[in-house]
């Protein structure tokens, strides 16, 4: 009999446990930064970065989300070679490796070298748009920073698969480039937000998080949520936050503009 207890009493106090772990992995708190690229091609890392990634590490997020324009692109034609170009984004990569966990890297405009993310990509082993889990949650980086402002066919498919692998998770879609704004705002937005909206309205997407313009806003079209967070460029004096501090508790979303400390 006594043995039947002790038995019993291990089985809840490892059903009690499993929950707080499934409890936590719907839980995640993340840093989501933009626009730390230095003035020139020519040049590397801006003071501010190393100060903006100690301040990030206070806040002990869950994990970094960079969503474009870590360097200062071009082209040849303007007499920017491929080795300007490895530079910044060594010396870039290095300054974020002292970021205490993971970090996730997406393209945007001033990443390409001659109108390409080849460079970019193959230090990051995967291409502009991917997607990766934490617990039951569900990320998705989209990229509509070509010269069309659109979400290309191919990246449609991709989005359309990708998805729907994961139609249980609640789902969080980051795109430089916003969906959708007030009307009151006048901003850039995918020039083709409907085909990707209703892909996303057929699965549980708690949000779409951007960065353009100096606007900030959260709207809710359809029943999910289009976050718009300035971050303008980091050496810029007038930018109200360097980076912001998203969290998920219990399935609801909230943010936090941040300065560095």
């Given at each position: 009999?006594?043995?039947?207890?002790?038995?019993?009493?291990?089985?809840?106090?490892?059903a009690?446990?499993?929950?707080?772990?499934?409890k936590?992995?719907n839980?995640?708190?993340?840093?989501?930064?933009?626009?730390?690229?230095?003035?020139?091609?020519?040049?590397?890392?801006p003071?501010e970065?190393?100060k903006?990634?100690?301040?990030?590490?206070?806040d002990n997020?869950?994990f970094?989300?960079?969503?474009g324009?870590?360097?200062?692109?071009?082209?040849?034609k303007?007499?920017?070679?491929?080795?300007?170009?490895?530079?910044?984004?060594?010396?870039a990569?290095?300054?974020?490796?002292?970021?205490?966990?993971?970090?996730?890297?997406?393209?945007?405009e001033?990443?390409?070298?001659?109108?390409?993310?080849?460079?970019?990509?193959?230090?990051?082993?995967?291409?502009?748009?991917?997607?990766?889990?934490?617990?039951?949650?569900?990320?998705?980086?989209?990229?509509?920073?070509?010269s069309?402002?659109?979400?290309?066919?191919?990246?449609?498919?991709?989005?359309?698969s990708?998805?729907?692998?994961?139609k249980?998770?609640?789902?969080?879609?980051f795109?430089k480039?916003?969906?959708?704004?007030?009307?009151?705002?006048?901003?850039?937005?995918?020039?083709?937000?409907?085909?990707?909206?209703?892909?996303?309205?057929?699965?549980?997407?708690?949000a779409?998080?951007?960065?353009?313009?100096?606007?900030?806003?959260d709207?809710?079209?359809?029943?999910?949520?289009?976050?718009?967070?300035p971050?303008?460029?980091?050496?810029?004096?007038?930018?109200?936050?360097?980076?912001?501090?998203?969290?998920?508790?219990?399935?609801?979303?909230?943010?936090?503009?941040?300065?560095i400390?």
């Amino acid at each position: 009999m006594f043995t039947k207890k002790i038995i019993l009493l291990a089985t809840l106090l490892s059903a009690f446990s499993c929950a707080g772990i499934e409890k936590r992995t719907n839980d995640v708190n993340f840093a989501l930064v933009a626009n730390t690229l230095p003035e020139s091609a020519f040049k590397t890392n801006p003071a501010e970065l190393a100060k903006l990634i100690d301040s990030i590490n206070k806040d002990n997020p869950t994990f970094l989300i960079h969503l474009g324009n870590l360097i200062q692109g071009g082209s040849s034609k303007s007499g920017i070679i491929k080795n300007d170009v490895e530079k910044q984004l060594d010396s870039a990569k290095k300054e974020f490796s002292r970021f205490r966990s993971i970090a996730y890297f997406i393209p945007a405009e001033h990443d390409k070298f001659d109108d390409s993310f080849d460079l970019f990509n193959k230090r990051e082993n995967h291409g502009e748009y991917f997607s990766f889990n934490y617990g039951t949650l569900h990320f998705i980086a989209l990229n509509a920073t070509n010269s069309e402002r659109f979400i290309t066919e191919d990246q449609l498919i991709w989005l359309k698969s990708d998805i729907q692998k994961y139609k249980d998770s609640r789902i969080i879609i980051f795109s430089k480039i916003p969906l959708f704004a007030p009307q009151k705002i006048k901003t850039q937005t995918i020039t083709n937000p409907s085909e990707t909206h209703n892909i996303l309205l057929q699965h549980n997407v708690l949000a779409v998080i951007s960065s353009e313009s100096n606007f900030e806003y959260d709207i809710n079209k359809d029943g999910i949520r289009h976050i718009n967070l300035p971050l303008p460029s980091i050496e810029d004096k007038r930018k109200k936050y360097d980076y912001f501090i998203i969290q998920i508790v219990n399935g609801k979303l909230s943010f936090e503009g941040k300065t560095i400390k």
